[in-house]
T-cell receptor, first 116, second 114 residues
């Protein structure tokens, strides 16, 4: 099955700096790579995703890049703000089998702390 | 907005008890999932369901069972709770589009087994 590794496990940046979180995956069939943000006391929430037919996607201050050859993808947050402090999870999903659901395999999470 | 609700935010049970965790979604999603979240291990899939009465094992199904009698409701059952099942349990749902689908999560249930 799929295996996703995520680094670093903790990341501390100053407000206004950039943050980068990296993930690698093992299953070359995976074609969907979402990123989730989990704030304290809440469930994870999707912030951005990328599919295997594109190499980069941006949404305001966040961007995701995908290198299918190397099987790794990264989350980039620019101009970080205190409200970016949270735990971030990457995930990977191969196409679903016939008649069943697509499943996500998650990384182990990165705790991002944005300091003033 | 999609809403996924879980019956309890916090639950304390004793070893050997039968425990039911309930999850309800209001967006007519076909797929529903149960994960457990532990520090340093991320989210691990326990079971999922792609239709009423249909279920599949995830990566860590041992010690758990599930029930989906109605489309909107997915229950996780701990037949005989053990201390190593103390964890945060997260429910999620997704629409089945034939491809990869966004999963929407509930707020979680923190279960402590004493």
């Amino acid at each position: 099955g799929e295996n996703v590794e995520q680094h670093p496990s903790t990341l501390s940046v100053q407000e206004g700096d950039s943050a980068v979180i990296k993930c690698t995956y093992s299953d070359s069939a995976s074609n969907y790579f979402p990123w989730y943000k989990q704030e304290l006391g809440k469930g994870p929430q999707l912030i951005i995703d990328i599919r295997s037919n594109v190499g980069e996607k941006k949404d305001q201050r966040i961007a995701v890049t995908l290198n299918k050859t190397a099987k790794h993808f990264s989350l980039h947050i620019t101009e970080t703000q205190p409200e970016d402090s949270a735990v971030y999870f990457c995930a990977a999903s191969p196409p679903p089998g016939t008649g069943t659901a697509s499943k996500l395999t998650f990384g182990t999470g990165t705790r991002l702390q944005v300091t003033l | 907005d999609v809403k996924v609700t879980q019956s309890s935010r916090y639950l304390v049970k004793r070893t050997g008890e039968k425990v039911f965790l309930e999850c309800v979604q209001d967006m007519d999603h076909e797929n529903m999932f149960w994960y457990r979240q532990d520090p340093g291990l991320g989210l691990r899939l326990i079971y999922f369901s792609y239709d009423v009465k249909m279920k599949e094992k995830g990566d860590i199904p041992e010690g758990y069972s599930v029930s989906r009698e109605k489309k909107e409701r997915f229950s996780l059952i701990l037949e005989s709770a053990s201390t190593n099942q103390t964890s945060m349990y997260l429910c999620a749902s997704s629409l089945r589009s034939g491809g990869a689908d966004t999963q929407y999560f509930g707020p979680g249930t923190r279960l402590t087994v004493l």
